[in-house]
């Protein structure tokens, strides 16, 4: 992707999706499809079968789809699970990192910012850390460096507090400091966020969680 790896990166590290909560064995008698062109899903399983499809359709780039599959979903899955729920954050983030791959990255930062309060609210350490390098990527396209800079560390400080200094999940975020420094001309902080992320690619780093 054309912006640092950020958005990759964040669902590497954290997004659950609603498949993760809604096992597929739970759909006995087959999966439900996704009709895309009905007012509303008939039930959360439809809205399951809608999310792995928007998934998929953004793992494609085919990204205008995947948005209005999000967009589909939202009202159901708000309605099954509260509005404020988990499952309507992820819901919220993956239509966050879909906008941003459309690079529209104004309203991806709106969307992003309120998964974020969700996660706040329900101390999602992990998730928190996801969409905060989500949301600075976005801020970066948009040469909103100063606004940027503070949420990148913010996330890694989280991913630091959770995972300690040498798991592999840091690396996105480490990338994108080292990228946005690099941008500031402030090239010894780039580089120190560089060897960082160097080092830990070279040892493996921890695996992912």
């Not at 008698?29 to 809608?50: K, M, N, R, V, Y």
Request: aromatic share 6%; with cysteine.
């Amino acid at each position: 992707m054309h912006w640092l790896i950020a958005h990759s990166g964040a669902r590497q590290l954290c997004l659950v999706t609603l498949a993760c909560l809604l096992p597929l064995a739970s759909l006995a008698g087959g999966e439900p499809l996704c009709d895309g062109d009905t007012e509303a899903l008939s039930d959360i399983h439809a809205a399951q079968a809608c999310n792995e499809q928007a998934m998929a359709l953004h793992a494609r780039g085919e990204y205008a789809q995947a948005a209005a599959l999000y967009d589909h979903l939202l009202p159901t899955v708000a309605a099954y699970f509260g509005d404020d729920s988990n499952e309507v954050a992820h819901v919220l983030a993956s239509l966050a990192d879909t906008m941003a791959a459309r690079q529209q990255y104004a309203r991806a930062e709106d969307v992003y910012v309120r998964a974020l309060a969700i996660y706040e609210a329900r101390e999602e350490t992990l998730a928190q850390a996801g969409v905060l390098n989500g949301l600075a990527a976005a801020l970066y396209m948009r040469r909103q460096y100063g606004k940027a800079e503070p949420l990148f560390r913010r996330a890694l400080g989280l991913l630091e507090a959770e995972r300690g200094d040498a798991h592999a999940d840091l690396l996105p975020v480490l990338e994108n400091l080292a990228a946005l420094y690099q941008t500031l001309h402030r090239d010894r902080q780039a580089l120190d966020y560089r060897r960082r992320a160097e080092a830990l690619r070279e040892h493996g780093g921890q695996g992912r969680q």
